[in-house]
């Protein structure tokens, strides 16, 4: 944080914004809590986490998963919750049912108005990050509490039981999302081969469709955008913005990142969490110190 912002928030007694993850640990830093957390931070929000799950992963792909007891997810969640606050709150990998049931009791209880459910399945490399048999958790007991939930295009094909191949399932498969609870549902477009030059995330609101679109980069190094995307849009609501502000944000975050990749890794790597921020800096000349 800038010297600049630490010493408003300090004269000003400014609310620090504060959001809480309820995701998987990737090892390789690119996915899971350690994209949350990243994300968060680059937007000066105050990130907490609750770890479902631990994955051995790198850009190569995912070798192990070790879920953590349904107990010690919703703990954790008690925990921040209690004493530090949360204003936004998303979910990642769950991985079964018994932890989705867990984070859904704690969310359900403390009433939370800004959740973002991020259906995470499958890794790109195809390692199970959810078991099949807990997608009937997922969205019956989970997105009945979403304001956001934010599929890729295959999540949205199990969550809305159709195959999407043309842009009207799209928004059949929207509607039949929304009806499941959530006030927005947003199908991201990095899966649609059909557009080899444009990203299009279609937003549904239960009324207008929207669409959010962006240039299609073609690279390897797409590892975790769809943890990055949500989490800015978590960022976004955190700090008051609403819904499809928040996306619009989290489209400009995310893209930034895919540009500006990193190149890290023998495989699938990272996206680059400090993308975004450094070219506003670019943007914006430095403001004297008062
Ligand atoms: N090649 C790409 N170029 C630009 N944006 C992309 C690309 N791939 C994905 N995105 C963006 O990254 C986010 C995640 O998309 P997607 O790949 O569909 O989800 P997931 O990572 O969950 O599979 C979306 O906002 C999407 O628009
Ligand atoms: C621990 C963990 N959580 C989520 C994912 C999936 O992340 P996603 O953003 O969908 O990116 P890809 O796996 O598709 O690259 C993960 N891999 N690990």
New binding site residues.
């Given amino acids: 944080m800038s010297d600049t912002i630490h010493n408003r928030l300090q004269d000003e007694q400014v609310h620090i914004p504060r959001a809480l993850t309820i995701a998987g640990s990737d090892s390789g830093g690119g996915a899971g809590i350690q994209a949350d957390l990243k994300t968060f931070q680059e937007l000066e929000v105050f990130g907490m986490s609750a770890i479902t799950a631990v994955t051995v992963q790198n850009t190569l792909g995912v070798t192990g998963v070790y879920p953590l007891p349904p107990e010690a997810c919703a703990a954790q969640i008690e925990a921040v919750s209690q004493d530090l606050g949360v204003d936004a709150v998303k979910t990642g990998m769950l991985f079964n049912a018994p932890i989705i049931e867990a984070a859904a009791e704690v969310i359900g209880r403390y009433k939370w108005s800004s959740v973002v459910v ?1 259906p ?1 399945m499958i890794a ?1 490399g195809g390692a199970e990050l959810l078991q099949a048999e807990a997608v009937y958790a997922l969205k019956h007991k989970l997105l009945p509490l979403a304001r956001v939930v ?6 949205a094909e199990a969550l809305a039981g159709i195959e999407i191949r043309t842009p009207e399932d799209r928004k059949e498969a929207a509607r039949r999302i929304h009806s499941l609870g959530p006030a927005f549902v ?1 199908i ?5 081969e059909e557009d080899s030059r444009q ?3 279609l937003v549904y609101d239960g009324d207008v469709f929207t669409e ?8 390897v190094h ?1 590892h ?7 989490a800015a849009v978590t960022a976004w609501l955190a700090k008051g913005a609403d819904p499809l502000q928040a996306m619009t944000e ?2 400009a975050f ?2 930034a990142a ?2 500006d990749s990193l190149g890290l890794g023998g495989g699938h790597g990272p996206t680059n969490h400090w993308a975004y921020q450094r070219r506003l800096a670019r943007r914006q000349p430095a403001q004297p110190r008062s």
């Fill in positions: 991020d995470v790109k934010t599929p890729n295009i295959p999540e947003v991201k477009g990095g899966h649609d990203v299009t995330d959010l679109s962006g240039r299609r980069i073609h690279t797409t975790g955008t769809g943890c990055t995307f949500s989290g489209r995310i893209q895919i540009e």
